[in-house]
């Protein structure tokens, strides 16, 4: 089973841009679509961003979408996530996600074979 660790959380401001990585281990990387999730406290995690297998195809939430970037890099087993013009409202734990299924049943947190440990991205105003 593939295992992820995601790094690259932090404390930026308001406006401000980080960018998240995880590395994947243990499984068959290109076989995977990967996605990113967030869990805010008191909030239930929710579906950030994901992308296919081999790149060609993304889907974001609402609340991010043309802020955020995911891309892959299947050589190096890597997924990241581009997060700019950050908000408060996006500080959560950000978790890397492994699926053999499709975008749109994995952004409903369904089909999710393995979840990193999560990194916090902290947003001050």
């Known amino acids: 089973q593939v295992q992820l660790v995601e790094s690259g959380g932090g404390l930026v401001q308001t406006g401000g841009s980080l960018r998240l990585s995880c590395a994947a281990s243990?499984?068959?990387?290109?076989?995977?679509?990967m996605g990113w999730f967030r869990q805010a406290p008191g909030k239930e995690r929710e579906f950030v961003g994901g992308?296919?297998?081999?790149?060609?195809?993304?889907q974001y939430a609402e609340s991010v979408k043309g802020r955020f970037t995911i891309s892959r890099d299947n050589a190096k087993n890597t997924v990241s996530l581009q997060m700019n013009s950050l908000k408060p409202e996006d500080a959560a734990v950000y978790y890397c996600?492994?699926?053999?299924?499709?975008?749109?049943?994995?952004?409903?947190?369904?089909?999710?074979?393995?979840w990193g440990q999560g990194t916090q991205v902290t947003v001050s105003s």
């Open positions: 996600a492994a699926a053999a299924v499709a975008l749109a049943t994995m952004r409903k947190g369904t089909g999710v074979l393995s």
């Open positions: 243990g499984g068959t990387f290109s076989g995977y679509a």
């Open positions: 992308i296919t297998w081999n790149g060609a195809v993304t």
